[in-house]
């Protein structure tokens, strides 16, 4: 934990070193406003840990201008960092443009010789006197700027055949460096404004969103050994609902409500149902006990359920009458078929020493071959070890969808299926965007949702 926190600050302070890179020192010159902007920039960094810590020992003041900067620094980093490349071809394009030309090499230049008459100059610096022949027909000279043309007074003419430019490469004026400062500083402030405006309006855009109701989405899902008498079987299926510092009791029974509309078979709440004790937040969760279905409610753990006194939450969902699925499994008899519906422990569980850890033989093992099983896991990644039992169809939550679009990229890296339906092994995974939100408030490309599935028989 200590090697995970000190990761987690480092890479905050380069992020805002960046930050006040880009948005600072870049945009404003020495003075009362680029230390304005440092200030700032150091008091939003200490900002982030600050959030992270005191939200989770009750300071939930923190959590709206916390977790907000928090989503505002992600799209500003992502948005600056993009814009990179085009800063740059358009300083070396300025660059180019503002370069004074070089003095290039002419013709030769004409000198006197002998009584007055012009001669050229050979490449090794000797006159061609006229007339003369043999091996002293050249002679060694200095070679000199050709004198100046007379000028008529009042004339601004260069002399004819000279050069009034220098041929150093330098500027006429002095020592003008090879681009426009002024150009590169109103390029930096319209990257600025650029990033901030849109980072501003995507955030606005995520809270709206996040803060708003779950969408409901219906999908259909075929099991090749679901009896007949069963086609049509629905489970409504939610997962983080996150109640915590930004989310509370009206949350829930607005989800409560969703899902008892939808008059499903079962329910399933498939992990981080909380980020708090139960102290905290047991009034909050308290509309579960109103949750209603054909043949039951069950729940499984998330990995915030670990972080939150696991062992309590256990103890109160049960009592909410929602039945709590801890590397077990329930027969579902219905409409004259039979179902295994099992749940395991969040792979999170192993090695806290505060429940068992995911034990997938315990759930699934000793079990009729030919019944259908769907197993709750609240992450995808536990499909790699059920398919290994022959699960037909996993529900999960745990990935958000991403969230905040372009992060679900580096979930990806992780989870085997981010949103929606896919396969692991030939295990059929469907995971659902979850309902609520963890740390900033704000969903950008992955909505919340509540999951209606409807298994269907071949």
């Known amino acids: 934990?200590?090697?995970?926190?000190?990761?987690?600050?480092?890479?905050?302070?380069?992020?805002?070193?960046?930050?006040?890179?880009?948005?600072?020192?870049?945009?404003?010159?020495?003075g009362r406003w680029r230390k304005a902007g440092g200030v700032a920039a150091l008091l939003l960094a200490l900002l982030v840990p600050a959030t992270m810590v005191g939200t989770r020992n009750g300071s939930y003041w923190l959590a709206w201008p916390g977790y907000l900067w928090l989503?505002?620094?992600?799209?500003?980093?992502?948005?600056?960092?993009?814009?990179?490349?085009?800063?740059?071809?358009?300083?070396l394009v300025l660059r180019r443009r503002e370069r004074p030309a070089t003095g290039a090499v002419g013709e030769p230049a004409p000198v006197p010789a002998g009584g007055g008459g012009w001669a050229d100059t050979t490449a090794t610096g000797h006159v061609a006197e006229p007339g003369a022949t043999g091996p002293t027909a050249t002679s060694p000279v200095a070679l000199a700027e050709p004198p100046a043309a007379p000028v008529e007074a009042g004339s601004t003419e260069p002399p004819a055949g000279g050069d009034s430019g220098p041929r150093d490469g330098r500027d006429p004026a002095g020592d003008r460096p090879d681009h426009d400062p002024s150009r590169r500083l109103l390029l930096a402030r319209g990257a600025a404004i650029f990033a901030g405006l849109t980072a501003a309006g995507v955030t606005g855009y995520g809270v709206r969103t996040a803060m708003g109701p779950p969408r409901l989405d219906r999908v259909r899902i075929p099991l090749a050994k679901l009896p007949r008498g069963m086609d049509g079987l629905r489970i409504a299926t939610v997962s983080d609902i996150h109640l915590g510092p930004l989310r509370g009791r009206?949350?829930?029974?607005?989800?409560?409500?969703?899902?008892?509309?939808?008059?499903?078979?079962?329910?399933?709440?498939?992990?981080?149902?909380?980020?708090?004790?139960v102290a905290e937040l047991g009034t909050a969760a308290e509309p579960l006990r109103d949750l209603r279905s054909r043949y039951g409610s069950f729940f499984v753990t998330g990995n915030h359920e670990y972080y939150s006194g696991v062992e309590e939450w256990v103890r109160e969902v049960d009592r909410l009458g929602l039945r709590v699925l801890q590397n077990e499994r329930q027969e579902i008899r219905a409409r004259g078929g039979v179902l295994d519906l099992a749940g395991v422990n969040d792979?999170?569980?192993?090695?806290?020493?505060?429940?068992?850890?995911?034990?997938?033989?315990?759930?699934?093992?000793?079990?009729?071959?030919?019944?259908?099983?769907?197993?709750?896991?609240?992450q995808p990644v536990a499909a790699q070890e059920a398919a290994k039992f022959g699960v037909d169809l996993q529900l999960s939550g745990h990935t958000h969808g991403g969230q905040m679009v372009p992060f679900n990229l580096l979930?990806?890296?992780?989870?085997?299926?981010?949103?929606?339906?896919?396969?692991?092994?030939?295990?059929?995974?469907?995971?659902?965007?979850?309902?609520?939100?963890?740390?900033?408030?704000?969903?950008?490309?992955?909505?919340?949702?509540?999951?209606?599935?409807?298994?269907?028989?071949?």
């Open 347 to 378: 792979v999170t569980a192993a090695g806290t020493g505060l429940a068992a850890p995911a034990d997938y033989a315990a759930a699934l093992g000793d079990r009729d071959p030919s019944r259908p099983v769907v197993l709750l896991a609240h």
């Open 250 to 277: 009206a949350h829930t029974e607005r989800i409560v409500a969703m899902i008892n509309r939808l008059d499903a078979d079962l329910v399933a709440v498939v992990g981080d149902l909380v980020d708090g004790s």
């Open 411 to 458: 979930v990806k890296l992780q989870q085997p299926v981010v949103s929606g339906l896919g396969e692991v092994d030939g295990t059929k995974v469907y995971v659902t965007n979850g309902a609520g939100f963890w740390g900033p408030p704000v969903r950008v490309g992955a909505p919340p949702q509540v999951t209606l599935v409807e298994l269907r028989a071949p």
């Open 1 to 30: 934990m200590a090697t995970f926190v000190g990761f987690a600050v480092l890479v905050t302070a380069l992020i805002h070193l960046y930050l006040w890179k880009r948005l600072v020192r870049d945009t404003t010159r020495p």
């Open 71 to 91: 989503a505002l620094m992600f799209y500003l980093l992502v948005l600056l960092l993009v814009l990179e490349v085009p800063v740059a071809v358009t300083k």
